[in-house]
């Protein structure tokens, strides 16, 4: 149909930028911007983290607090930021009763934040403080999340990456929230997605996944992923894989799924299979040998039973926690300069 003939024409630029707009009147003059750290062992780093991004928000002239969640360290990342807790007003540490993973160290960080925009940051300066701007800029513009993408992962192993590209195909082709491949947790969020993500119960915290599950309208900043600045990553070939699978289990259930076909395709071909059996022996009389079919049928029944309850095995073990209702992740205290309060009279 030429487009002539059309009543209008649908603008999708011009929705948006509807949208969009009905946001910027929302935004705040000097909103106060949080920074949520999660820290595990990170003795090394506190100091030169603070040393880049503080002088940067203060010479941009952001109004910011940064909450630390001390994720049960066992060197002395909490005494050095209690230190440095008391010496500036803007910080304040949330600190867990003992280690919780990274997932649930960010989940209390952004409970207790009180800013009008967070942003989740690792404190390796992996993710690069330069982009805190531009991510607020874009925020000004109206977008309720502000994303950073990495484009060239040189840091990273080749292993990783490609394994890394392979879970975002995997996840993305099976679950229903698609979350935008090479991005971390590193964002800005908007304080009504932040509400919308608080109310999310669950315990398994895949939050990049969470964090797409909120939606609103999002937009990318493309950045360099730098090496760690110091200290060594937390996290192993273990730690990684446990992760993405959580992550898939988490937000699919096609899995589960799965094995509906896969029995049903099994059970075609074992039907047929038999009917030519019975056939051959009414026909050509008894035959005896049949060692080797038999012992791969048996085999290959057993392994995919075993594989499908493996699986059903994740699902149930993951709504033993859910159902346990145990809280995400429990503070010890919380440590920050208050100022002193009035005498009571
Ligand atoms: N982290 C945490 N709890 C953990 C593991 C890591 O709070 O159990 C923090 C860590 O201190 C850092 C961030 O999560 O601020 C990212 O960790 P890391 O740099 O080791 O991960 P990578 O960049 O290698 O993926
Ligand atoms: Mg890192």
Redesign the pocket.
């Known amino acids: 149909m030429p487009e002539q003939s059309l009543p209008f024409v649908i603008d999708k630029d011009a929705a948006l930028e509807h949208q969009l707009a009905a946001q910027r009147a929302r935004r705040p003059a000097d909103p106060l911007l949080s920074l949520v750290?999660?820290?595990?062992?990170?003795e090394e780093?506190i100091d030169l983290f603070l040393a880049t991004v503080v002088p940067l928000l203060e010479r941009d002239g952001v109004r910011f607090e940064i909450v630390f969640?001390?994720?049960?360290?066992r060197d002395d990342?909490f005494a050095r930021l209690f230190h440095r807790g008391r010496a500036d007003r803007r910080l304040r540490i949330v600190n867990l009763s003992r280690?919780?993973?990274?997932?649930?160290?960010?989940t209390a960080g952004i409970d207790h934040a009180r800013g009008d925009v967070l942003i989740p940051?690792?404190?390796?300066l992996?993710d690069p403080p330069e982009l805190i701007g531009s991510f607020i800029a874009r925020w000004r513009e109206g977008y309720d999340i502000v994303y950073g993408i990495r484009t060239a992962r040189h840091t990273d192993t080749r292993a990783k990456r490609v394994s890394a590209g392979w879970f975002y195909r995997v996840f993305n082709s099976m679950s229903p929230v698609r979350i935008p491949p090479n991005v971390?947790?590193f964002r800005l969020v908007d304080r009504r997605a932040v509400e919308v993500l608080r109310q999310l119960p669950e315990r398994n915290r895949f939050m990049k996944g969470l964090f797409a599950w909120v939606g609103f309208n999002s937009v990318g900043v493309p950045y360099e992923?730098p090496e760690?600045a110091a200290?060594?990553?937390?996290?192993n070939f273990w730690?990684?894989w446990n992760f993405a699978i959580d992550g898939v289990v988490s937000f699919s259930t096609a899995p589960l799924r799965a094995w509906f076909y896969v029995g049903l395709v099994i059970a075609t071909v074992a039907v047929l299979y038999a009917l030519f059996i019975v056939t051959r022996v009414l026909i050509f009389g008894v035959d005896t040998p049949g060692y080797a079919s038999l012992l791969i049928a048996i085999l290959l029944m057993g392994a995919i039973q075993l594989l499908s309850l493996g699986i059903i095995g994740e699902y149930l073990g993951r709504l033993f926690v859910e159902v346990k209702g145990r809280p995400i992740y429990v503070v010890e205290g919380i440590y920050e300069d208050t100022p002193p309060k009035p005498p009571v009279t």
């Not at 280690?99 to 960010?106: D, Y």
């Not at 940051?121 to 390796?124: E, G, Y």
């Open positions: 750290v999660p820290v595990f062992n990170e780093t969640v001390n994720d049960g360290s990342t280690n919780f993973g990274k997932e649930a160290a960010l940051m690792d404190i390796d992996q971390g947790d992923r760690r200290g060594t990553s937390k996290f730690r990684l």
